[in-house]
């Protein structure tokens, strides 16, 4: 070999051990490679836990995650259920900062779903007015945002129908949600919430699906109901309200304050709620006192942390995420039907009448 081929042999090695070790870490997910979206929150679902209101405190100083934090983001704990012995809990603000902080990372996962969605809908809609064709995939989208959120009707083609629609899909305020979630299941400690994960006093008209109340009265056939996660109770929730004619009220609030500019605040959009429970204003102020007694102002504008600070010191092996199916929002879809009549409260209304035609 002359010297010549030995220098070429020796630089073609060079180059193939460069390639190799550029490709190493491509492979193996480090620093060099492609990095994942850092601001997209990672799954930490407690499938088999917390037991105890005292091993989910442990979990959120692990993460340091109390009402002090909340700047510094929410770590992405989302419970299938609450503990069992909330109740046992003597002190009122330890019960009342452990269900309030349980539930709202769910309740912004909800959120950034329906976020998510209406900004698919608002491509599809803004594409079409662009007199660009849709794809095939696009018109099914179109035609499951539509049927998700109960609308008749072409929003493309009638925008009666597109108005109704953009009004429905919208995110409900954190302080609003959980201090509906408070008044509704007594803070996470009653029978519904514990045995069924319903945070909200759902009903249900559809015999052997959920739970029957204990005091219900003579020829009712009501049901409360029962959902596998809390997520899913939270989803429903939400759903109830954007789609049933009896909060018609809350989102023609709800798309004035979005024309106005104005953030929305729980404070405010509670004015909606008049037909969620048969005391009508009573509720809605003790919605509002809630939010004020407990400052629930401060989660309004709360947002997830990124995915390393989130993780940092976490054992909780990562799962699948929650996201929702090609036709919900993280429902189970035979949760998502919709109920043959109203679904209101059932904790603090104790009984459905018929809200005004609207």
């Known amino acids: ?40 929150p ?31 983001g929410v770590p992405s704990l989302f419970l299938k259920t609450l503990p069992q012995d909330l109740n046992k809990i003597s002190q009122t603000k330890k019960k009342k900062t452990v269900f309030f902080l349980s539930l ?3 309740v912004l996962r909800v959120n950034e779903d329906i976020e998510e969605q209406k900004r698919e809908l608002q491509t599809i809609l803004s594409r079409y007015d662009r007199q660009q064709s849709l794809t095939a995939f696009q018109q099914s989208r179109l035609a499951a945002i539509v049927a998700d959120y109960r609308v008749s009707g072409d929003p493309l083609k009638d925008p009666r129908v597109r108005e109704r629609l953009l009004k429905r899909v919208d995110i409900i305020p954190p302080s609003m949600v959980l201090a509906q979630a408070a008044t509704e299941s007594a803070y996470g400690t009653s029978r519904f919430a ?49 789609t049933h004619k009896a909060y018609r009220q809350l989102r023609e609030l709800r798309a004035r304050i979005r024309r106005e500019g104005r953030p929305l605040q729980g404070i405010e959009l509670a004015q909606g709620l008049l037909y969620y429970s048969q005391r009508g204003e009573a509720y809605i102020e003790e919605i509002q006192t809630i939010i004020r007694s407990n400052a629930l102002h401060r989660v309004t504008s709360a947002m997830f942390r990124s995915r390393t600070a989130s993780t ?40 459905i009448f018929p809200p005004p035609s609207v």
């Open 1 to 40: 070999m002359t010297m010549k081929d030995h220098k070429t042999t020796m630089k073609s090695l060079i180059l193939k051990l460069i390639l190799a070790l550029t490709l190493i870490p491509l492979a193996s997910g480090s620093a060099f490679g492609p990095q994942p979206n850092r601001t997209e």
């Open 42 to 72: 990672p799954e930490l679902e407690l499938t088999n836990g917390p037991t105890s209101y005292q091993e989910l405190e442990t979990i959120f100083s692990r993460h340091n995650y109390d009402w002090g934090t909340l700047d510094e």
């Open 104 to 106: 709202l990372p769910m």
């Open 194 to 242: 514990r045995l069924g994960n319903n945070l909200f006093g759902e009903w249900t008209f559809v015999p052997g699906t959920g739970m029957v109340p204990q005091n219900r009265p003579e020829g009712m056939t009501h049901e409360v109901r029962t959902f596998p996660t809390i997520y899913a109770s939270i989803a429903s929730y939400m759903k109830n309200l954007n």
């Open 312 to 351: 940092e010191g976490d054992t909780t092996a990562p799962l699948p995420p929650l996201r929702k199916t090609e036709s919900t929002l993280g429902v189970d879809p035979q949760l998502a039907k919709p109920e043959p009549t109203a679904a209101l409260s059932g904790r603090s209304g104790q009984g």
